[in-house]
């Protein structure tokens, strides 16, 4: 049997196989079905496969490269479904991100700084560049430090990603629908698109309260078939199209903190609940919530100025710093760790 080399790695809160462009099929159809049977997907344990049986954990990395001087590396990001056989280009991922710039330098895509290395990526997705720092004493990739994240047990080494230009990555436009409020099936929501469409509503016009659990929201049927109704009928606003299938817009309900945060979130994918929030959702959430007139604008304890938005989520929590330049979003930073977690040859399902 053929394997493929492959490194798994945890990157912030979600989990993903990362491999060189060069290790794969060029062809996207052939790629795509070489993917989900290295991932065990579908099957909702992915059990003949490296996925963990969560949208989280069924992640790829696909990294090359970069041919333009404008950044280092380009990374690819694909969405493989569990029980569903697919596999979604049409969004990127924050998290895995924490971990493309340390791939990159152990593949030898880009030399290791004595202390510390930062790496420019271009996210193949959105068509924006991303920049990536981490520790590397010595000229090697150290993933072992003191920072600890929500939602991942234990610390690892800081990982600090800064975006720019990250409005209307997807959609076109950091307000989609041209308006900062809309009323979709009778919900008030906001449409933001800051490197990741989201629909922001208010936790209790869904008729919840913004603070259960992951578990007991995924319980909750009801809920599932209005979130999906309320993000298909948001997507064709956003100029998205038919969203069925896809797994953007995310969902994001708020509600008042209550845990010393400045919001409490909850965020479906595209309509189970997501156990803490993601890294771009999580920077299009703020940079909604910032807004003049935006929904859920009163629930928000705004932070002193210069300071990040603690974002509370059911897992802890995520700070996001977002700075402006007048209307427009000047730069969005979010601190993530990641860990390398097997280096070596995976082998697909037959």
Same mark, same amino acid.
């Given at each position: 049997m053929t394997g493929v080399r492959c490194m798994l790695l945890r990157g912030g809160t979600s989990k993903g196989a990362y491999f060189l462009a060069e290790d794969l099929p060029t062809d996207p159809e052939t790629r795509d079905d070489l993917l989900m049977r290295i991932m065990g997907t579908p099957d909702p344990r992915q059990i003949d496969g490296v996925g963990g049986?969560?949208?989280?954990?069924?992640?790829?990395?696909?990294?090359?490269?970069?041919?333009?001087?404008?950044? /280092?590396?380009?990374?690819?990001?694909?969405?493989?479904?569990?029980?569903?056989?697919?596999?979604? +280009?049409?969004?990127?991922?924050?998290?895995?991100?924490?971990?493309?710039?340390?791939?990159?330098?152990?593949? =030898?895509?880009?030399?290791?700084?004595?202390?510390?290395?930062?790496?420019?990526?271009?996210?193949?997705?959105t068509g924006t560049v991303a920049v990536s720092t981490f520790a590397t004493p010595g000229g090697e990739v150290d993933y072992s430090g003191d920072t600890?994240?929500?939602?991942?047990?234990?610390?690892?080494?800081?990982?600090?990603?800064?975006?720019?230009?990250?409005?209307?990555?997807?959609?076109?436009?950091?307000?989609?629908?041209?308006?900062?409020?809309?009323?979709?099936?009778?919900?008030?929501?906001?449409?933001? /698109?800051? =490197?990741?469409?989201?629909?922001?509503?208010?936790? =209790?016009?869904?008729?919840?309260?913004?603070?259960?659990?992951?578990?007991?929201?995924?319980?909750?049927?009801?809920?599932?078939?209005?979130?999906?109704?309320?993000?298909?009928?948001?997507?064709?606003?956003?100029?998205?199209? +038919?969203?069925?299938?896809?797994?953007?817009?995310?969902?994001?309900?708020?509600?008042?903190?209550?845990?010393?945060?400045?919001?409490?979130?909850?965020?479906?994918?595209?309509?189970k609940p997501h156990p803490s929030i993601g890294v771009l959702g999580g920077v299009s959430v703020v940079t909604a919530l910032l807004l003049d007139g935006a929904v859920g604008r009163e629930l928000l304890e705004a932070p002193a100025e210069g300071e990040p938005v603690e974002i509370e989520h059911p897992s802890g929590k995520l700070a996001v710093a977002i700075e402006f330049d007048g209307s427009r979003v000047r730069r969005s930073t979010v601190i993530r760790t990641a860990r390398k977690l097997f280096d070596g040859t995976v082998f697909p399902r037959p």
């Amino acid at each position: 049997m053929t394997g493929v080399r492959c490194m798994l790695l945890r990157g912030g809160t979600s989990k993903g196989a990362y491999f060189l462009a060069e290790d794969l099929p060029t062809d996207p159809e052939t790629r795509d079905d070489l993917l989900m049977r290295i991932m065990g997907t579908p099957d909702p344990r992915q059990i003949d496969g490296v996925g963990g049986a969560q949208p989280v954990t069924s992640k790829v990395a696909i990294v090359a490269k970069a041919t333009d001087p404008g950044h /280092d590396v380009d990374y690819l990001f694909l969405q493989l479904g569990v029980e569903e056989p697919t596999v979604s +280009d049409r969004q990127t991922c924050g998290n895995l991100l924490a971990g493309v710039g340390q791939f990159a330098v152990e593949r =030898g895509l880009v030399p290791a700084g004595e202390d510390r290395t930062t790496v420019r990526v271009r996210l193949v997705n959105t068509g924006t560049v991303a920049v990536s720092t981490f520790a590397t004493p010595g000229g090697e990739v150290d993933y072992s430090g003191d920072t600890a994240i929500s939602g991942v047990p234990g610390t690892a080494a800081p990982v600090e990603l800064d975006f720019t230009e990250t409005e209307g990555s997807v959609c076109g436009s950091l307000l989609p629908t041209g308006n900062v409020r809309d009323d979709v099936g009778g919900i008030e929501v906001s449409c933001v /698109d800051n =490197g990741m469409p989201v629909v922001v509503a208010r936790a =209790g016009d869904l008729g919840i309260t913004g603070y259960e659990d992951a578990a007991e929201l995924g319980a909750n049927t009801a809920l599932a078939e209005r979130i999906d109704a309320l993000r298909v009928e948001a997507g064709k606003l956003m100029g998205l199209g +038919d969203v069925r299938g896809s797994s953007v817009p995310k969902t994001t309900l708020v509600a008042a903190p209550r845990d010393g945060g400045a919001i409490c979130t909850r965020t479906f994918i595209p309509v189970k609940p997501h156990p803490s929030i993601g890294v771009l959702g999580g920077v299009s959430v703020v940079t909604a919530l910032l807004l003049d007139g935006a929904v859920g604008r009163e629930l928000l304890e705004a932070p002193a100025e210069g300071e990040p938005v603690e974002i509370e989520h059911p897992s802890g929590k995520l700070a996001v710093a977002i700075e402006f330049d007048g209307s427009r979003v000047r730069r969005s930073t979010v601190i993530r760790t990641a860990r390398k977690l097997f280096d070596g040859t995976v082998f697909p399902r037959p």
